[in-house]
């Protein structure tokens, strides 16, 4: 199973990006899919997740401006960011809980996508 994440890159304060992330592979179901981020010398933490039944949650740091959806049909979950600040910027990474057949659930992580927001 691979997570291809993408859709990261320069943006000014308060401009929007939307990132993707797609699962590829030998998978029988996903559970949850989160977003996570990692900025400079700190460490990494969760932005926002989202179960199979679409149950949303976020942390603190995205309420309000990001939205976390996904496409059960396609694999993917998406990550709309808006008004962003120069406080989110880092790289993003997409997890999922994979099923690879029906008693194997596995934790899988995308590569990671750099958001920049420039004051």
């Known amino acids: 199973v691979q997570l291809q994440a993408s859709g990261g890159g320069l943006v000014q304060a308060g401009g929007s990006l939307r990132l993707s992330c797609a699962a590829s592979?030998?998978?029988?179901?996903?559970?949850?899919m989160e977003w996570y981020r990692q900025a400079p010398g700190k460490e990494r933490e969760l932005v926002a997740g989202?179960?199979?039944?679409?149950?949303?949650n976020y942390e603190d740091s995205g309420k309000g401006r990001f939205t976390i959806s996904r496409d059960n049909a396609k694999n993917t979950v998406y990550l709309q960011m808006n008004s962003l600040k120069p406080e989110d910027t880092a790289v993003y990474y997409c997890?999922?809980?994979?099923?690879?057949?029906?008693?194997?659930?596995?934790?899988?992580w995308g590569q990671g996508t750099l958001v920049t927001v420039s004051s």
């Open positions: 989202i179960t199979s039944g679409g149950f949303r």
């Open positions: 997890s999922a809980e994979v099923m690879t057949g029906p008693q194997y659930e596995y934790t899988y």
């Open positions: 592979g030998t998978i029988f179901r996903i559970n949850d």
